[in-house]
C-alpha cells in the first residue's frame, strides 16, 4: 500500500555534499520511526539516521556532524543532507518508515539511491 522511492544519489568529490530524498506514495499512518540506511558492497547494511515519532534523533557514529535527517510532512518526503562526504560513505542508500498499527509492526523500504564519494 505504501511505497518509498529514493533519490538524489550520484557521484560526488570527497569533500562534497549530496540531498538524498525519499517521496511515499499511498497513505503512511502510525509511524513509529523513519530513517535511513546504507549499504557497501560486501558489508552489512548500517544504520545511518533515525527519526522517531516523538522527534528523537540518533545517527550512526561515523556520520554525526555530517549528516542530517529531516521530514516535511506536507509533502510526505523524508531527506538525508549529507556534508563533507568521504570515499567510505559510498554505499546504496535505503530509507525506511515504521508502522505500528493495532500490534502489528512492520516496515516499509525503498529501492535505494546510489551514493559514490571518488575523486
Known amino acids: 500500500q505504501v511505497q518509498l522511492v529514493e533519490s538524489g544519489g550520484g557521484l560526488v568529490l570527497p569533500g562534497g555534499s549530496l540531498r538524498l530524498s525519499c517521496a511515499t506514495s499511498?497513505?503512511?499512518?502510525?509511524?513509529?520511526?523513519m530513517g535511513w540506511y546504507r549499504q557497501a558492497p560486501g558489508k552489512q547494511r548500517e544504520s545511518v539516521a533515525t527519526?522517531?515519532?516523538?522527534?528523537?534523533?540518533n545517527y550512526g557514529d561515523s556520520v554525526k556532524g555530517r549528516f542530517t535527517i529531516s521530514r516535511d510532512n506536507a509533502k510526505g518526503t523524508i531527506h538525508l543532507q549529507m556534508y563533507s562526504l568521504k570515499p567510505e560513505d559510498s554505499a546504496v542508500y535505503y530509507c525506511?518508515?515504521?508502522?505500528?498499527?493495532?500490534?502489528?509492526?512492520?516496515?516499509?523500504w525503498g529501492q535505494g539511491t546510489q551514493v559514490t564519494v571518488s575523486s
Open positions: 527519526l522517531t515519532s516523538h522527534g528523537f534523533i
Open positions: 525506511y518508515v515504521r508502522v505500528v498499527k493495532v500490534g502489528t509492526i512492520y516496515d516499509v
Open positions: 499511498g497513505s503512511i499512518f502510525d509511524i513509529d520511526a
